[in-house]
């Protein structure tokens, strides 16, 4: 309750402007660079009210260490390279994994991918998404600091501006050894459509991208996908499982079928600022950002996984197998950032911090999740466990971090 005081000041400050002239947005816009603005104003804001607290949140968190994460696009080539560089050398160390539960994961970076197939199920469409997610990318931007040497931060694509110049011309996508990488190589995918859904959820209907194949440049050119699929949809209504399970050993090149049309219609600015301004319950929050299943709509989280596609893009249990992956769920945390900030009183440990229980769409059934449920992301990150209270600020718990 420490926070409270903190909050009260801070909920004052919000109430004004964010910086001189800013007013907090009550609605998003539907011109795509009036949102684009409202989006600078809302980052600006969460920042400004994460750092104008008298107090650091937690003790080792103060005002004058915060760290920063930054959009790609924003970092130098120097700074974009360090970062791949890290993800190579992750990709060059030993997997800690025991080979006994997950063959597949070879590499240092693989388990984080085996970590994320085994617990999808218990991890989206949760009452955890959200802390588990944001812990799971802080403990890979520490690795990746710790054990690879790596000085910045990890970075996040904000996908309303690759929803404006295409994704091929984005810094992130553009293939240069400067990017995340590019496109796979042109497949004829003529007819064909991505259909999600099944299981007993409703279908959904998605096009296919520009690639489809292997990708040709970038720094991951020669990595290799060693884990999954576990449900990889593939466009024409195909879904492929790995035929020994998906944590045995499946190498593979790294595909990838951008798609435009995704990232526009779901992860535009317009979309985004929506998903920060309009549900004013976490419940809402987080099912906007997912999409409510059966209404046709993936929601930004959704937009920017399948607008990478590909293999193991279009999976949501071996996502993590795409280094992009981590950019994306970057901005995903920068999202619910930015909407904790608005109401840090309600969304940060109140009413409005947690909801959902601890099972996909509370299939089987399971408990609510609450501040006390536990957090392990098995043998990625340091093997720490935490709870979700100890994930609900940027600025407490482990963390210490600022998006700008
Ligand atoms: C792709 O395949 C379709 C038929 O499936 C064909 O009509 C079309 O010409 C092909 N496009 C290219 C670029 O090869
Ligand atoms: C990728 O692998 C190919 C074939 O083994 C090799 O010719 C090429 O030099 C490699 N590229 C990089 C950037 O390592
Ligand atoms: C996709 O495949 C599923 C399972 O085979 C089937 O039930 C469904 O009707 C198919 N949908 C389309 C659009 O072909
Ligand atoms: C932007 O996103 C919103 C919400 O997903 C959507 O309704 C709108 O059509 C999108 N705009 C464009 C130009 O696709
Ligand atoms: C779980 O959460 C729901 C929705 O907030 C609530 O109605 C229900 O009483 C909770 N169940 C328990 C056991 O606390
Ligand atoms: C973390 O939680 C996992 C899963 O509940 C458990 O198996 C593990 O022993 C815990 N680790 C520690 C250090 O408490
Ligand atoms: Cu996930």
Request: aromatic share 10%; with cysteine; net charge neutral.
């Amino acid at each position: 309750m420490k926070a409270g005081l903190i909050f009260t000041i801070a909920t004052v400050l919000a109430g004004t402007n964010a910086s001189p002239g800013d007013k907090v947005p009550t609605s998003a816009s539907s011109d795509i660079q009036v949102a684009q603005e409202q989006l600078k104003i809302l980052v600006s804001h969460a920042k400004y009210i994460v750092k104008s607290a008298k107090k650091p949140f937690s003790p080792t968190c103060k005002p004058g260490n915060v760290q920063v994460r930054k959009e790609w696009s924003t970092l130098s080539p120097r700074e974009r390279i360090a970062y791949t560089d890290a993800v190579r050398c992750l990709q060059k160390k030993t997997a800690r994994s025991p080979a006994s539960w997950a063959p597949g994961a070879k590499t240092r970076y693989d388990d984080w991918v085996a970590t994320h197939i085994d617990q999808t199920l218990q991890i989206h469409y949760t009452g955890n998404f959200l802390g588990w997610h944001r812990f799971f990318l802080w403990e890979y931007e520490q690795a990746l600091r710790n054990e690879c040497g790596y000085q910045g931060t990890q970075p996040y694509w904000n996908w309303g501006l690759s929803a404006e110049t295409g994704m091929e011309q984005s810094p992130v996508w553009d293939g240069s050894k400067t990017s995340m990488s590019g496109n796979g190589a042109y497949i004829n995918q003529t007819g064909l459509e991505v259909v999600l859904g099944g299981n007993g959820l409703p279908e959904i209907y998605l096009p296919v991208g520009s690639g489809g194949g292997c990708i040709e440049s970038g720094p991951f050119v020669n990595m290799t996908v060693n884990l999954g699929p576990a449900s990889l949809t593939v466009p024409g209504n195909i879904t492929i499982v790995s035929p020994n399970g998906p944590l045995s050993y499946n190498p593979r090149c790294l595909k990838r079928d951008l798609t435009d049309e995704l990232n526009t219609r779901f992860a535009n600015f317009t979309a985004i600022v929506d998903n920060i301004l309009a549900p004013k319950s976490v419940y809402d929050f987080q099912m906007q950002m997912q999409g409510v299943p059966g209404s046709g709509i993936i929601g930004v989280h959704g937009g920017g996984h399948y607008s990478m596609g590909g293999d193991p893009g279009r999976d949501v249990f071996t996502s993590p197998g795409d280094p992009a992956f981590y950019l994306h769920h970057g901005m995903i945390d920068l999202v619910w950032t930015a909407w904790q900030m608005l109401d840090p009183e309600n969304r940060i440990y109140g009413k409005d911090a947690v909801a959902g229980t601890n099972t996909f769409l509370n299939q089987p059934p399971s408990a609510n999740t609450t501040l006390d449920t536990e957090i392990s992301i098995g043998w990625a990150g340091r093997g720490v466990n935490v709870t979700m209270k100890d994930v609900m600020s940027t600025v407490a718990g482990p963390f210490c971090y600022v998006y700008a």
